[in-house]
């Protein structure tokens, strides 16, 4: 049991290192592909001026990271980005090339730390929420298939009892129906046996039917 739970700690704290180097990761190839590409137009725009080439490369470089520090700070609309370029290119010429450089090394710096930083960070305290967690939502899901399953058994067994109250009703219903019996005659209710006996007629009527004034039976109707 101890194993098993060494094990999963083992897991958890791995696949949290896996999460935050993917994200770090996603964060450095956005970095150089948008370094990359302004530095390439850095290049060219100091090249077809006359300017100092690596000047250009540098802080052609570092304009991404002005434009991640408008989203972190939710001002990321249009007007905010061309108001930052046009302050950025101003300020740029005034910003010796060597300033440029070392704040590109510190850029480079913080991502080797938090990659440093995500290796050895103690995470004792997420492998537990994650733990916890994990626990919570085992014995919640065992408590919410018990509850779904006494429900369902709590439905099916009002289903059935409806039924068979439905049932009985209906039994009752057709049971009651069979035996009320109506003279075709008269229509006065008469039981079953007469109504068989008779012909379908009550007593009185069989008789007006079948006998005459004499007192005579006939076997024709209305003879």
């Known amino acids: 049991m101890e194993v098993d739970n060494e094990q999963n700690k083992t897991k958890i ?16 190839i956005i970095f150089l592909l948008a370094g990359g590409l302004c530095g390439y137009i850095g290049y060219i725009y100091s090249k077809d001026n006359n300017l100092n080439v690596t000047h250009g490369i540098i802080f052609g470089i570092l304009f991404p990271l ?12 249009f007007f905010c980005f061309i108001l930052y370029t046009i302050v950025y290119l101003a300020v740029v010429d005034f910003i010796p090339t060597f300033v ?8 480079i710096g913080m991502f080797i730390i938090d ?22 939502t085992s014995t919640n899901t065992f408590d919410n298939n018990k509850y779904f399953e006494e429900e369902s058994i ?4 009002s289903t059935k009892v409806e039924g068979s109250l ?22 006065k209710k008469i039981s079953e046996e007469e109504y068989e006996l008779y012909d379908g007629m009550c007593e009185d009527c069989f008789m007006d039917v079948h006998i005459d004034n004499d007192g005579n039976y006939h076997d024709e109707e209305l003879f």
């Open 154 to 157: 709590g439905k099916y067994n």
């Open 100 to 107: 440029g450089i070392i704040i590109l090394l510190l850029v």
């Open 13 to 28: 704290k791995n696949d949290l290192i896996a999460k935050d180097l993917n994200d770090l990761l996603k964060a450095l």
């Open 115 to 136: 990659f440093i930083y995500i290796e050895k960070q103690d995470r004792t305290k997420e492998i537990e929420e994650h733990l916890n967690y994990n626990k919570g």
């Open 166 to 187: 439905t049932d009985n009703s209906e039994k009752d219903y057709y049971k009651q129906e069979a035996e009320e019996f109506e003279c075709e005659v008269c229509f």
């Open 66 to 77: 002005g434009v991640s520090l408008l989203e972190l700070i939710n001002c990321n609309n």
